[in-house]
């Protein structure tokens, strides 16, 4: 049976890896910090996956990001999403020759469809993961691309729908209004749309805690949890989130069998 | 012979046996998360009658201020002007005790805050004073920013008398909110003896004479920096009170209001000694704050930080303790050369200071750092 | 120990090379040249895309023939990984129908789904039943995880030494026939699971 997956993201901005509440970010530290701090060799094993996102606001060096992930990628062996700001061919190239075993987007997705389509095309519809970043306003889901800085005019159902028209691989969804704030998933949100979705669901934005990933995981719709708190899960934290996760009844392959 | 005394944590949060006034339950919750649990069914319905009914015997008539709101630019003052003004149409003037030592990112949050639509009074206290008390603060109580601390009660206190603004709204009582004393749980008003006592932790007077000791500051020089007599507070009918009496406290959302309504902005490189970045952003002289409160009892800032974050829900204690090993223990490298120019030490001097106030039941030296025997979370017995 | 990865144009070839590194292989190079294909010890074929497509370049490069005459001819020891290994097919209907390498009687459609319950690609850890014969799961127990991603799948009625996996329907996640393996899933990509089973490929085939 397919298992679901605790996916990590990792909000990278110049250099520095970071916190975000709301799409604000703190640096936290350097890829030494991270190394230090995080041991992802260690804990890739309460990982089923990472996802790494350049959030740097105004221009973006992709040279310098997929650098940064050829080093991340050493010797971890579980499969590594990478994106931001990818905005042609080369970029995607630059990102799987780099290690990236798959690819997200965001803008590039809504702007740019015929890029979609060829990267599809080149590298298979499993290897993009298309982002989508929205608020709640009332009872309105309202899209932003461009690191939350601009408003599309379609709302998140019709997005979504779109989205599935392009046939990418998977969906990321991440709630800007929780994100950062540790109070768990937009849950309302979540239950609306997954159940009409045909490609898997990943939702992120606000977990900050097991409890969160679990009530994540036990939506049917949903096939991966993520999230991006660097603070909340620090040191032991997910270690000790997966093992309560697993022991809880999820259905999360359990690395600790196999060591 | 020493009596064997236990040093433990609150089992929902981190704060410490040790922090001063502090009370803990049977469960071995302390008081500021048995108040977190009392907020969730509390019915705060009186008490808002109680703010209007304040609110309104207090409200201008004639267009003047009714209410004054200490504020530094940072999330705590910011939420309460902005509620004041817009949520219950009061005329608030805001004042600002202007720091030593104030940090770029601070000025800025001021700015923003009072260009976001304020009447705002800036008092800066003799800073030549300002230092000299400081300094007396810092070695005589442990105190580094000792004399803002006065001024904060006193200037203030002197600009309500002045333009006769009654009313004054505090932020919240430190003491009920994130552990302390809980005599002042239920009043809604509380008095200069309960500042002098509990915030200046009895020291006003000692360090006050201290400073007269001084030849070259005379006591007129001193004015920001006095309390009134007990008469005249009885004349100008002033009234302090917190607001977090009144409503449910969140520091959080009070950030996440200022971030919206006034303007403020996050340190973006974060700090040294915690994981956030969207408080205490005012004055350079609050990270030796924090670090001297880590070597007498043994809790940094990222303890305080993470007691808000446990009792908002957005982390778990067992999340928190990671964060407080990594964090908690900082000596404020990066400012040193500051503080040794600011309050004319050497470095000698200055270590002196910090090692007199080091805890040594949890603290030895370890290559001329201060380093924890403890293990935060850990029952520990002295 | 050499090991070259063929290079056609498609594949996540860091993840594996610095896989393979990490294993202790001495000698771990990319190329499509016949010559040193012929130098490995053994070869692996990686692939991430469109089955025509990868077709297309492997013909282009005349890589068609040189692994039939490696592998089929002189028994070098190939593993292909994930659409690698369904190349090593008959045929897939992925982009139109196409012609595989037709190294062993497999053929590749896409995953059914009637009743369109299932998300389409069967992307995640899933588990895989070792076949009894198999030498790529030696010392891995039980239904061990492995990560796939992908929408299309093979089926075989051969007797290819198949390990099945169910998404929807049973598929073929690896297959072992003398000399040739290939896995569906990313070892790679698979923790222990995966470090275990290159381990055996390396070590065993």
Redesign the interface.
């Known amino acids: ?5 605790i996916i990590f993201s990792l909000i990278y901005s110049q250099s520095f890896f970071t916190q975000s509440r709301n799409f604000r970010l703190q640096k936290v530290g350097n890829l030494q910090w991270l190394e230090k701090n995080y041991k992802f060799q260690d804990i ?2 309460s990982l ?1 996956e990472l996802v790494v996102i350049d959030a740097s606001k105004g221009k973006k060096s992709i040279s310098e990001f997929a650098n940064m992930i ?1 080093q991340l ?3 971890v ?4 999403c990478a994106g931001g700001g990818i905005k042609s061919m080369s970029d995607a190239e630059l990102l ?7 690819i997200i987007m965001n803008t590039s997705i809504y702007e740019n469809a015929a890029l979609v389509k060829e990267l599809i ?7 993009i993961v298309a982002s989508v970043d929205y608020k709640r306003l009332n009872n309105k889901k309202e899209v932003y691309i461009s690191d939350g800085t601009r408003k599309i005019n379609l709302n998140l159902e019709e997005y979504l729908a779109y989205i599935e028209s392009l046939n990418v ?2 969906i990321y969804l991440n709630s800007i209004d929780k994100d950062g704030t540790g109070f768990g998933y937009d849950f309302d949100s979540i239950r609306e749309v997954s159940a009409s ?5 990943i939702i992120a934005g606000g977990a900050g805690n097991e409890k969160h990933l679990i009530e994540g995981l036990s939506i049917q719709g949903v ?2 949890v993520a999230t991006a708190n660097l603070f909340n899960f620090i040191g032991d934290g997910l270690p000790n989130a997966r093992k309560t996760i697993i022991d809880s009844g999820q259905n999360i ?1 359990d ?1 600790s ?3 | 012979m020493s009596i064997t005394n236990k040093i433990f944590w609150c089992k929902n949060c981190l704060n410490m046996s040790t922090r001063p006034r502090i009370s803990f339950d049977e469960k071995g919750w302390c008081n500021a998360c048995q108040w977190m649990e009392e907020k969730k069914t509390f019915d705060f319905s009186k008490r808002q009658e109680e703010l209007k009914t304040l609110l309104e015997k207090y409200r201008s008539k004639n267009g003047s201020f009714d209410c004054i709101v200490p504020v530094s630019g940072g999330k705590d003052g910011s939420y309460v002007a902005y509620n004041l003004k817009h949520k219950y149409k009061m005329n608030p003037l805001a004042v600002t005790i202007r720091p030593a030592l104030s940090l770029e990112i601070g000025d800025k949050n001021l700015l923003n805050f009072i260009n976001s639509g304020y009447d705002h009074i800036h008092i800066t206290p003799n800073p030549k004073v300002l230092n000299r008390l400081n300094k007396y603060g810092f070695i005589e109580k442990g105190f580094p920013y000792y004399g803002w601390l006065i001024a904060i009660h006193t200037a203030v206190i002197k600009t309500a008398s002045s333009f006769g603004i009654p009313l004054l709204f505090y932020g919240e009582d430190g003491e009920i909110e994130y552990g302390g004393s809980t005599e002042s749980k239920n009043k809604a008003l509380y008095n200069i003896d309960y500042m002098r006592k509990v915030y200046l932790e009895g020291g006003h007077e000692k360090v006050y004479q201290r400073i007269l000791l001084d030849k070259d500051i005379a006591e007129n020089e001193l004015a920001f920096f006095k309390f009134p007599e007990p008469n005249q507070i009885a004349e100008n009918e002033l009234s302090f009170t917190h607001w977090s009496y009144f409503e449910p406290w969140d520091s959080y959302r009070n950030y996440v209001t200022a971030k919206e309504h006034c303007g403020l902005i996050e340190k973006e490189e974060g700090h040294v000694d915690t994981f956030t970045n969207f408080s205490q952003n005012d004055q350079a002289l609050y990270a030796l704050h924090a670090y001297m409160m880590y070597l007498k009892f043994g809790f940094g800032r990222a303890t305080q930080d993470a007691g808000i974050e446990i009792r908002r829900g957005a982390m778990t204690r067992d999340q928190a303790l990671n964060l407080v090993k990594m964090y908690d223990n900082a000596y404020p490298h990066h400012l040193i050369d500051t503080y040794l120019a600011y309050y004319e030490m050497t470095r000698d001097e200055f270590d002196a200071v910090l090692d007199f106030y080091a805890n040594k039941d949890l603290f030895e030296k370890v290559d001329g750092v201060w380093q924890p025997k403890f293990i935060p979370g850990e029952d520990y017995y002295i | 120990m050499k090991i070259v990865i063929v290079d056609y144009g ?1 594949g ?4 594996i090379s ?2 393979l590194i ?1 294993l202790g292989v001495s000698d771990v190079i990319l190329s499509s040249k016949y010559e040193e294909l012929a130098q490995a010890d053994k070869i692996i074929l990686p692939g ?3 089955f025509s ?1 990868a077709m297309k370049q492997i013909v282009l490069n005349k890589i068609d023939l040189t692994l039939a005459d490696l592998v089929m001819n002189k028994k070098k020891p190939l593993l292909g990984i994930c ?1 690698g290994m369904q190349l090593l097919g008959m045929s897939s209907t992925e982009d139109g129908f196409s012609k595989g390498l037709c190294f062993i009687d497999g053929v590749v459609t896409l995953f059914e789904n009637p009743k ?1 319950d299932l ?9 895989v039943n070792p076949d009894a014969n198999s030498l790529l799961y030696k010392n ?1 127990t ?1 239904t ?2 492995f ?5 299309y799948k093979m089926l075989s009625t051969a007797s290819i030494s198949a390990s099945m996996c ?2 929807g329907e049973k598929f073929v996640a690896s297959f072992e026939v003398d000399n040739i393996a290939g896995v569906q899933f ?1 070892p ?9 089973l290159l381990q055996n490929f390396i070590d065993r085939f």
């Open positions: 049976m397919l298992r679901k997956r890739a094993f089923d050829s990628v050493n010797d062996f579980i499969p590594i799987f020759k780099n290690g990236a075993d798959k095309q080149r590298y298979g519809s499993q290897s691989g998977e979705l045909s490609k898997p669901l096939s991966a392959a690395w069998k196999y060591y | 498609m996540n070839i860091k993840s610095s896989t990490y991430v895309g469109s497509q659409l369109l998300k389409i690609p069967h992307v995640g850890f899933n588990q891995i039980g061990p995880d990560y796939f991603t992908h929408s169910t998404y990313h790679e990509l698979s923790q222990n699971n995966g470090l275990k």
